[in-house]
């Protein structure tokens, strides 16, 4: 990922400060509405981490995976060599 460097500014938002994150930063990110952000300071500085949600059941694991239709016995994995044991 290629290092970049851009200016934001700071706005009041309610009783709190906001700044606004460049789209393509976000789209680079793969950042999504409403994602949690860990705000760090370090060496006088703020950095936002996203918090990649992790799995909580079988179902969000294998969200968005698709069945290719392939099983073990009907892939082709080339001729014998060496000392395998034969099935």
Do not use: C
């Amino acid at each position: 990922m290629n290092n970049i460097k851009d200016q934001t500014r700071i706005t009041q938002w309610g009783n709190s400060k906001a700044t606004r994150i460049p789209s393509y930063i976000v789209k680079q990110l793969g950042l999504e509405d409403n994602q949690v952000l860990s705000v760090t300071i370090q060496n006088n500085s703020i950095i936002l981490t996203p918090i990649k949600k992790q799995p909580t059941n079988i179902h969000d694991l294998f969200a968005g995976w698709q069945d290719d239709g392939q099983r073990d016995h009907e892939l082709d994995w080339g001729k014998e060599e060496g000392n395998e044991l034969p099935w």
